[in-house]
C-alpha cells in the first residue's frame, strides 16, 4: 500500500467517476471536498453567536474575536469555514433567524448558485499612439494584421480602442476617435472577420460604440461602468454583451491617492448597483460581464485584494474579467520595465483564472493559449 497527498482537485466530480465511485455519491462526496471561506463584517453580535453554534452542530466553524460570547461590542468581523454542504445546510437554517441571520443566508445562497463559464482570451489592440505598452498600439492596415495574427494564436475575443486610459492620459475628442476606428471597423466589416472571432469595443462613446456594432462588435468594453445610460441602450438595441469596469475617479485622476475604506466592499457595492441598472433597462446578467478594474483607482494592495478574492464576484451571476497584463502593479512587486512584464503578467492572469476571472485581456495571446493550456492539462 502506498499514500499520497493530492493538493488540490479542481473538477471533484470527474476524479470522483474516474474512481468509480458510485453515481448518487458523486455529487454528495464533491460537495464535502470543497472548503469555502465567508469574510462577514459587521455581524451583530446575538446573530455571531447563533451562526457559531449552529455551524459547530453541522461539523463547520465561525472564527471570532474574543468578545463575542460577552457581547462586548454591537458588532464583530467573523470568519465562517466549511464545506459546501455546510454552506448549503447554513444556506438553510439561517433563513429562520433573527439578527440579520436571514440576509446572511441570501448571500450564501447566492455564492453558492455561480454558473460555470469556459476561458476566454481577450487579445488588445490600440488604435492609438498613447497606450502605456508601446507593443500595442496599431492603426489601419497594421491592427487588421494584428487582429488576423491574433485570431492564429487562439484568441477568442479581440478589444479594440482608439483612447488610452492609462493615469493621466489626455482627452481625445469624439470626432478624433471616431476617425481612428473607422478604417478598422470597416475591413471587420467587408472582411467578415467578426465571423471567426468576437470584437469588443473599448470605448464609452456612444458614436463609436454604435459604429462598432453595425461593423460586426458584439461587446462594449466600458472603462466608467455603464455610468451614461446611451451605452446601455446601445448594448441592448444591439444585443451585445457590456463589460461594466469599476474605476474610482477618471483616468487624469485615478491614481492620486485612491482609498477605500474596504475595497471588496465598495467594489462589490459598485458592482451591484449598476446590474441593478442594466436589468432594469433590459439586459440580463448573461448580458454582463464585470471587471473590477486593476490599477483603475487603486493601490497595490487594493489590486492584490482584489485578485485574491476575485471569487467573490461570482456571486452576481455574470462572467468575471481580469486586465492586468504589463501593468505598473507588476513593477511595484519587483521593478521592470513594461516590456519585460509578461512573466508577471502571465502570474497574476493564471491566479486569477484560480480564483474566478474566466476573460482574460491581455496583449501577449499566443503566450497565454499556451499558459492556459498546461494549466488545464495540470488540473485535475
Do not use: W
Amino acid at each position: 500500500m502506498h499514500i499520497y497527498q493530492i493538493n488540490n482537485i479542481k473538477n471533484k466530480k470527474q476524479f470522483l467517476k474516474n474512481l468509480n465511485v458510485e453515481g448518487g455519491g458523486v455529487s454528495i462526496m464533491a460537495k464535502k471536498m470543497e472548503l469555502l471561506y465567508f469574510y462577514i463584517k459587521d455581524l451583530r453580535t446575538p446573530a455571531a453567536n447563533i451562526l457559531k453554534q449552529d455551524a459547530l452542530s453541522i461539523g463547520a466553524e465561525l472564527a471570532v474575536p474574543s468578545g463575542v460570547i460577552t457581547c462586548a461590542k454591537e458588532q464583530y468581523d467573523c470568519l465562517l469555514i466549511g464545506t459546501r454542504k455546510h454552506m448549503e445546510i447554513l444556506s438553510r437554517k439561517e433563513l429562520a433567524q433573527p439578527f440579520g441571520l436571514k440576509t446572511v443566508a441570501k448571500e450564501l445562497q447566492n455564492f453558492l448558485k455561480t454558473k460555470t463559464y469556459p476561458l476566454k482570451i481577450m487579445g488588445i489592440i490600440n488604435a492609438n499612439d498613447d497606450s502605456f505598452f508601446a507593443g500595442s498600439r496599431f492603426k489601419a492596415d497594421e491592427a487588421i494584421e494584428e487582429i488576423k495574427k491574433m485570431i492564429g494564436d487562439g484568441a477568442t475575443i479581440i478589444d479594440i480602442g482608439a483612447v488610452s486610459s492609462r493615469p493621466g492620459a489626455d482627452e481625445v475628442s469624439v470626432d478624433e476617435e471616431l476617425d481612428r476606428m473607422k478604417p478598422i471597423c470597416d475591413v471587420i466589416k467587408s472582411e467578415k472577420l467578426y465571423e471567426e472571432v468576437s470584437f469588443s469595443i473599448d470605448s464609452y462613446t456612444p458614436e463609436v460604440i454604435e459604429y462598432a456594432l453595425k461593423s460586426g462588435f458584439n461587446l462594449i468594453n466600458d472603462i466608467t461602468g455603464a455610468s451614461n445610460q446611451e451605452v446601455i441602450k446601445l448594448a441592448v438595441k444591439y444585443d451585445a454583451k457590456l463589460c461594466i469596469m469599476h474605476m474610482q475617479g477618471t483616468p487624469q485622476t485615478m491614481q492620486k491617492n485612491p482609498e477605500y475604506d474596504d475595497v471588496m466592499v465598495e467594489v462589490s457595492e459598485f458592482f451591484e448597483e449598476r446590474i441593478k441598472k442594466c436589468e432594469i433597462m433590459g439586459l440580463s446578467k448573461d448580458d454582463i460581464i464585470l471587471d473590477v478594474g486593476i490599477g483603475f483607482g487603486k493601490t497595490l494592495e487594493h489590486n492584490l485584494t482584489l485578485i485574491r478574492n476575485m471569487e467573490h464576484f461570482k456571486k452576481f451571476g455574470c462572467e468575471v474579467l481580469v486586465g492586468a497584463s504589463r501593468k505598473s502593479m507588476i513593477d511595484k512587486i519587483i521593478p521592470t520595465p513594461t516590456e519585460e512584464r509578461l512573466a508577471g503578467t502571465l502570474a497574476i492572469h493564471l491566479k486569477s483564472v484560480e480564483n474566478g476571472a474566466t476573460i482574460v485581456r491581455c496583449h501577449d495571446v499566443k503566450d497565454h493559449f499556451q499558459a492556459f493550456a498546461v494549466l488545464h492539462s495540470l488540473s485535475i
